[in-house]
């Protein structure tokens, strides 16, 4: 596997777009990168320069707001990923979030065992199948071949219905043209307690890239999120010591309250439930 288009989204934060590409030098082969391709949705000057300074020979990808999206979602990420995957130029097309990334070298090796009998992979929506008991894709982290885009792939399917938001869809539409789909199921990360974990290799945060957004975007962006942003981005962590964890207890009762903090635990519950259920089955 290699002559590879990498495509990610810049969304205000340039924290991870950092640890992104100090990652995806660290733990790729670089001649098996064709090209980087970088959407700069801050959509200015300052911000391209930025990104081509972050990660030198990328292209900066910019493209027009997608009014209607950004009135039912407060982003149009699917609208410019359906733009940017055409125009990936590399034999295989492989997806990152900014706040996604591989920390192990073995990711492309874990990949290529898995499209020896498969045709794409894509990160499953462990959230949505919880509430809507659907298996649906998460654009986080994909893996596609250069003939899926002219399928066509559309990331905006099911717009505006807010189960489908971007390329949740993806996977399904793969399985119709006649692929065969990977779906890779994530496990917890930090003690279950925030974060997800790809082919034990690939990192995902989650709303990582919302900082500096539309108000329903910065909303999502609680204590945990911050906290663990803090242990990935400065520690270069994707655990946490007995110490850290009281530092999180403690942040939790400091943000939410004692009964409030509380009232999280049957969902944390019905996490770790899946994760086991998931593990059991395999």
């Known amino acids: 596997m ?9 969304f205000y934060d340039f924290d991870w777009m950092r640890v992104w590409a100090k990652k995806i030098h660290e733990n790729t082969e670089a001649w098996k990168i064709k090209e980087v391709l970088i959407i700069n949705q801050d959509r200015c000057e300052d911000s391209r320069r930025l990104l081509e300074k972050i990660y030198p020979g990328a292209r900066i990808l910019q493209y027009p707001r997608n009014e209607e999206q950004f009135v039912h979602r407060g ?10 995957i055409g125009e990936a130029t590399g034999e295989y097309i492989c997806l990152f979030d900014s706040d996604c990334h591989p920390f192990s070298k073995n990711w492309l090796s874990i990949c290529e065992e898995i499209l020896q ?5 894509v990160a499953f929506d462990q959230f949505r199948f919880l509430v809507y008991s659907m298996q649906l894709s998460h654009p986080c982290f994909m893996v596609l071949r250069s003939e899926h885009v002219t399928i066509p792939l559309l990331f905006d ?3 505006p219905q807010k189960r489908y938001d971007t390329g949740r869809l ?6 119709e043209a006649g692929n065969k789909v990977f779906y890779a199921k994530p496990s917890g990360c930090f003690r279950n307690f925030y974060g997800e974990i790809y082919l034990d290799s690939i990192y995902h945060h989650g ?3 919302y900082a500096g957004g539309d108000d329903r975007l910065s909303r999502q962006i ?3 999120h911050r906290f663990f942003k803090n242990v990935v981005v400065k ?5 946490i010591n007995d110490f850290e964890y009281l530092q999180f207890k403690a942040a939790a009762v400091k943000n939410y309250g004692y009964m409030k903090y509380l009232s999280e635990i049957p969902a944390k519950l019905l996490g770790k439930l899946f994760h086991n259920h998931q593990h059991n089955k395999e």
């Open 2 to 10: 290699d002559n590879i288009s990498i495509i990610t989204t810049h």
């Open 75 to 84: 982003h149009d990420h699917a609208a410019v990923l359906n733009l940017a």
């Open 117 to 121: 009998s498969h045709d794409a992979i």
């Open 157 to 159: 399917a099911g717009f």
């Open 170 to 175: 993806i996977g399904r539409q793969l399985e």
């Open 207 to 209: 709303q990582g890239s």
């Open 222 to 224: 609680g204590y945990r």
């Open 235 to 239: 520690k270069g962590k994707y655990n």
